[in-house]
């Protein structure tokens, strides 16, 4: 590993770049102010009769060819309006090109170089205009490159495709433009780039020469092949005689995590980035770019700890009592990375000393009593994470199930470029799952279905795909579960389901309605929800159990299911059997705002239905008739509590007096404390206030009639909701 890193870093030190060959962004639209000779004032966004008056007074875009300049519709078909022609009233727009100036220079790698945009062109496309590939040519002294600004105007197509050195992006002002937005992008004159065919409406564009002021060699893009292909090749001879741990190069730079990103790489950083990653995949390595984070916490020099400023958070540190180093920040974009890495300095390869110099984020906790302030450093530096593809399987064995599931997610992307590896390493994975409830909510478990579809194997499937689809049902969308059941036989998941609701709990069978409930609004799969109808009592009889204390069901689960009845009628044993086991929760919370909303949502009333609403009618027939009554006296049973048994009985004089209303306890506060604790923990009509005047404070306990208050109101409500029920069922 030793020979890897100082191989790799002299490899490294020998790149000299200057930022990405392409940068583009998208800004909130500023009104251009732009004027055309012969027009009036641009209005945005740019319709179809303003683009033909545009037209109009434009003529055909040439191209050049060596010295000439040549027009060929093969090659390029667009129209061009000259600069001279434009005029632009106003300064918003100056101002807003100098915004954007200063945006892309450090991403161009052009920090240190003072850049202008000259206005060259408005270049219009109409449907069906295109331009070949092909690279700008200097237009004045100083030209580096190009930046193209999309003016608002409705289209599809037209994509601009610029590439440097064996790397394309593809940059599509369509989205933007559409909504009242101006892209834009810029790019170095020496790459090949080309426009595709506008499908639909027009593209309007204003196109600068980006040119470099400050005398001396224009600057370039260094192609980095010769770099790529040197990298790869120590890469390619590194073959660890034991387990390999992750490679760690630090960039040059420190990045705060909001605005870590390759777009905000600076100066040297892109470029060394972008060869060790190209690098890596050519070595058959993964690659993946992260923030390394060291962080410092200590105690700044002795001044006498008391002062009442807060302390100087640029204050030198004296003492470090604690050091860690992290990986908590990656990049979305490529490969997933792999999240539990634990890592140390002696991981690192770097040309420099770790936190040597300011951290990037400081702060202090200042001055805390007889304590003194804690000054807290991090150093968020820029990194790459390369690891061999042949070493994969046993790290990512060792991941959790949500970055276990990241990677399958990736390669299903992949499916078809996926080597023979790579998919050993995904049955792997997936025959290891386990469900563990820990694995955290943003866990996307749909790309197990995914991966089960992209293999359309019946073997496979069979194989492990049952048992995964049982653990994880309810964790997989109804989208995938429909997906999967166009890409297999129905008959797989008749077992499937079977299963897994014998294997679940409850959870299942709501999630089971609400697949078939989708499944229904296809027509392959109302075979297969016809079928699982039937067997609906048989799957949730397992989970009721003499009445219930809970619901068996929710909202959802009641609405999909007389949906899926009112589509697929049952006969009147179905009807009993499930109106039974819905009905097995008398709880009043469950009727009230649970099961009779949900039925009385529903436009058809269903055999079910009606079951339901009568039995509901029923309960609620029963507790209006036992109309609550105020209590008689003052008189509150003593609780019959094993905790705080002694303080029950101080209180038992005061509970059980039918005149006694108010009980004043004067005592320290910690025996306070413990009597309104033990009332909080009871349910009992008492109402606890303390009164802070002499000392010790008093503890006033107030007897209430809360108990009947709820009573009668939730008796009022039934009433209201018994009248509408017996108007609905008549």
Known sequence: MQLLEKELLEGLSQIKGNGSFVTSHAASFVFPGLTVKGLDEIAYPINKSQAELLIKVAHRAPFGKGKETILDKKVRSAWEIDAENLHFRGGLWNKFLQKVLDRIKPELGMEEHEIEAHLYKMLIYEKG???????????????????????????????????????????????????????????????????????????????????????????????????????????????????????????????????????????????????????????????????????????????????????????????????????????????????????????????????????????????????????????????????????HLDMLGKQNIPNQLEWIGYYNTKRKQLSVSEIVACETILNSLRYKEESGSQTDYNVIADWLIGYDNEACFEAYGYRLLEEFFEKIKEESWLALVEAYPLYHFEKIFKQAIQKGSEKVAWHLLAILYRLSRKGSGKLLVAKQMELLPEYFQPFTSGKLQKPLVNAASITYLLQLEALIPQGAKWVEQMGTILSQCQKRIYINTLLIPAVLMEEEQTPLAKYLLAYARNDLQKRVNNIPHPPANWTRAVPNASRNEKLWEMLADFLQSPVDMVFDFRKNQKERDELESAIRHVVIDLHTETIRKGSPHILRITKTQRAYEKQKNEWLEDEALLKKLSRKIG
């Not at 190009?146 to 369509?174: C, K, N, Q, Y």
């Not at 009242?180 to 992008?185: G, R």
């Not at 005398?215 to 590194?238: C, F, M, N, Q, W």
């Not at 490529?334 to 420099?352: A, Q, V, Y």
């Open 129 to 391: 205009d295109f331009f070949l590939p092909h690279k700008d040519t200097e237009k004045e002294k100083g030209m580096f490159g190009t930046m193209i600004f999309g003016l608002p105007s409705s289209h599809i197509g037209g994509e601009l495709l610029v590439r440097f050195d064996g790397e394309e992006r593809v940059i599509d002002f369509a989205e933007e433009a559409s909504n009242y937005k101006i892209p834009y992008v810029a790019f170095y004159a020496d790459c090949e780039h080309e426009i595709k065919p506008l499908k639909e409406g027009y593209r309007v564009c204003l196109v600068y020469n980006l040119v470099q002021q400050e005398s001396g060699k224009t600057v370039s893009l260094e192609p980095l092949a010769e770099h790529v292909t040197r990298l790869a090749s120590i890469l390619k001879r590194d073959t660890p005689s034991q387990a390999f741990s992750p490679g760690i190069v630090l960039l040059g730079h420190q990045y705060t995590p909001e605005n870590f990103s390759k777009a905000q790489l600076k100066l040297n950083d892109r470029t060394l980035a972008e060869a060790l990653i190209r690098a890596a995949e050519c070595a058959e390595y993964y690659a993946k770019m992260c923030l390394v984070t060291s962080y410092i916490a200590g105690s700044p020099a002795y001044d006498g700890y008391g002062g009442d400023d807060d302390v100087d958070d640029d204050a030198e540190m004296e003492e470090v009592y604690e050091e860690s180093i992290t990986i908590e920040h990656w990049l979305d974009d490529g490969t997933p990375p792999l999240r539990n890495m634990e890592i140390g300095e002696k991981d690192l390869m770097t040309t420099f000393q770790l936190n040597d110099g300011d951290p990037i984020q400081k702060e202090s906790t200042g001055y805390m009593g007889n304590y003194g302030p804690d000054l807290m450093h991090w150093y968020h530096y820029g990194a790459v994470v390369f690891w061999p593809k042949k070493e």
